[in-house]
């Protein structure tokens, strides 16, 4: 069902309308819908619509860096996935890839910094446990069943209560940690928020507020994704 709301198939049915206009002859209604619809990619590939999605979401977390780690009662490192990798460069091996490589390698950081084990949860996690080998650690705990955001907390939770686990390092990315924080709390435990791929980081130089870029494009299309998501979330657990 997503995919029939990802951006290629919302511009086929602007298109779709825009044509079914014309053909009505409502031309100016037509031409409306089409600047409306420059003016809406050209506002998603600003770092305005960036900042304007992360208010919708309660604001950008602020980065964590080893020492505030220290300065917590955190007990584990919990990496939620994000894509793999399967290549035949590998020997058919499964990596982490997309948003789990940097989530990994986040977590391997910290992990190395504050000597802090490591959970994997998501499918990807076989795939992630291999990558975090090559960073030189290995994984204490993998949950390799969950297929979403609120499945990686409920599945996680279970393991890590059992445990008597219950305070935990959150690592996933900038727009996806909101949403993650809600589910995990949701389900018992207590969360220190460790976001990566944050938007400013990916620039020499951090864009005027109305400087266009083609990365942010894709990357504000994510963040519309998470408010959505987000809303579905705070109605689901509230």
Known sequence: MKTFFSFPFLLIYVLLLLGLLWHWQYKRLAQMVLLSLIIGIYLLSTPVMTRLLFELIGGQVKALSPQQVRQTDAQIIVVLGGGFYRGVEFNHQSHAAFRSLSRVHYAAYLAKKTQLPIMLSGYEAPAMANTLHSF???????????????????????????????????????????????????????????????????????????????????????????????????????
């Open 136 to 238: 030189g650690l290995q994984a204490q705990l993998i949950e390799a069943q969950s297929l979403d955001t609120d499945q990686n907390a409920q599945f996680s939770a279970k393991l890590l209560l059992a445990l008597g686990i219950k305070n935990i390092v959150l690592v996933t990315d900038a727009w996806h940690i909101s949403r993650a924080q809600l589910a995990f709390e949701h389900y018992g435990l207590n969360i220190v928020p460790a976001p990566t791929d944050l938007p400013d980081g990916f620039f020499e130089q951090v864009p005027h507020w109305w400087s266009a870029r083609a990365f942010l494009f894709q990357y504000n299309l994510q963040g519309i994704a998470e408010v959505l998501g987000h809303v579905k979330y705070r109605l689901d657990y509230f």
